[in-house]
């Protein structure tokens, strides 16, 4: 089992800043690409980022590409969700996931745990 939580969300104006972090505990972290996963109100939840086990291959959805930067700690078992130029439209509820699927990316079904969610509101 792997616990999940995450933490670091608020509200912030547009065009701001926040940085999300996801601890988890139980088995080994590194052996476990990570996801972060969004839900807006009315929305499906929908995919926002994926890094490697080894802190290695990063993928984005074309949404948040060179605004938003995943990044690990392996030796804090914390993965980052680095967000810049937030915009409303990034409101959601962010979550983390991990696989140990080496190939899975953005398939939701494919993540096995998952943590409680954090709320991100983002201003105009």
């Known amino acids: 089992q792997v616990q999940l939580a995450e933490s670091g969300g608020g509200l912030v104006q547009a065009g701001g800043s926040l940085r999300l972090s996801c601890a988890a505990s139980g088995r080994t972290f590194s052996n476990y690409a990570m996801g972060w996963f969004r839900q807006a109100p009315g929305k499906e939840r929908e995919f926002v980022g994926r890094i490697g086990g080894r802190g290695g291959r990063t993928y984005y959805a074309e949404s948040v590409k060179g605004r938003f930067t995943i990044s690990r700690d392996n030796a804090k078992n914390t993965v980052y969700l680095q967000m810049n130029s937030l915009k409303p439209e990034d409101t959601a509820v962010y979550y983390c996931?991990?696989?140990?699927?080496?190939?899975?990316?953005?398939?939701?079904?494919?993540?096995?745990?998952w943590g409680q969610g954090t709320q991100v509101s983002v201003a105009s």
């Open positions: 996931a991990a696989t140990n699927a080496i190939a899975v990316v953005a398939t939701q079904g494919e993540y096995d745990y």
